[in-house]
């Protein structure tokens, strides 16, 4: 049974950083495309970050490049997200996600995911 359990999401300030943690189980991990969606208040999911297990390559959505960094430990299971300079705009739910294959932009390609965190970011 696949479980992705995210932590670390609140209320922070713009400027301010962030980490937030997704522990997985019970996946195959050589064949694994894990990384982030959001959702905004009142808007549609949108795609934040993704890497491939075994090869590390990663995706970074247009808006959070430079500011993020998705990280992983291989030895805990545990998928990291960690966000600097946050800005109002941020604020949303954060999803840990995961699917077998290839890394994807696309929610729909993602049979598994977490219950998510709220992050805030106050102006």
């Known amino acids: 049974q696949v479980q992705l359990v995210e932590s670390g999401g609140g209320l922070v300030q713009t400027g301010d950083s962030l980490r937030l943690s997704c522990a997985a189980s019970?996946?195959?991990?050589?064949?694994?495309?894990i990384g982030w969606f959001r959702q905004p208040p009142g808007k549609e999911r949108e795609f934040v970050a993704v890497?491939?297990?075994?090869?590390?390559?990663?995706d970074y959505s247009d808006s959070v490049k430079g500011r993020f960094t998705i990280s992983r430990d291989n030895a805990k299971n545990m998928v990291y997200l960690q966000m600097n300079s946050l800005k109002p705009e941020d604020t949303a739910v954060y999803y840990c996600?995961?699917?077998?294959?290839?890394?994807?932009?696309?929610?729909?390609?993602?049979?598994?995911w977490g219950q998510g965190t709220q992050v805030t970011v106050s102006s």
């Open positions: 890497f491939t297990w075994m090869s590390s390559r990663i």
């Open positions: 019970g996946l195959a991990f050589r064949n694994v495309a």
């Open positions: 996600v995961a699917r077998y294959g290839s890394r994807s932009l696309t929610q729909y390609d993602y049979p598994y």
